[in-house]
Nanobody
């Protein structure tokens, strides 16, 4: 079982930066593939970025590639999403998610993640 709590969201101007954190509880965190997703008002939840157990492999949505960076610190049971050059279209609720224990691959589908945080709002103004 993994419990996830996001933090770090807020209001920022276009071009600015934010760093989201996701604190995980549960001893299986270090063996869980982690992902960040987002959901804008009136839209479906979409994949943003994912990272493997060790942090050595990452995948990004095309819309954020080159601007966002996902990383993890297994000693702190925390995964991060550094967001730079933010755009108004990045406005959404951002969710941290974990795949079940022992799974090796990063997946983009919402249905492939078993544990979710409550979300943190990110609002980017022009």
């Amino acid at each position: 079982q993994v419990q996830l709590v996001e933090s770090g969201g807020g209001l920022v101007q276009a071009g600015g930066s934010l760093r989201l954190s996701c604190a995980a509880s549960g001893r299986t965190f270090s063996r869980s593939v982690m992902g960040w997703f987002r959901q804008a008002a009136g839209k479906e939840r979409e994949f943003v970025a994912g990272v493997t157990w060790s942090g050595s492999d990452t995948i990004y949505a095309d819309s954020v590639k080159g601007r966002f960076t996902i990383s993890r610190d297994n000693a702190k049971n925390t995964v991060y999403l550094q967001m730079n050059s933010l755009k108004p279209e990045d406005t959404a609720v951002y969710y941290c998610a974990a795949r079940r224990f022992g799974v090796l691959t990063i997946r983009r589908e919402v249905t492939q993640y078993d544990y979710w945080g409550q979300g943190t709002q990110v609002t980017v103004t022009v």
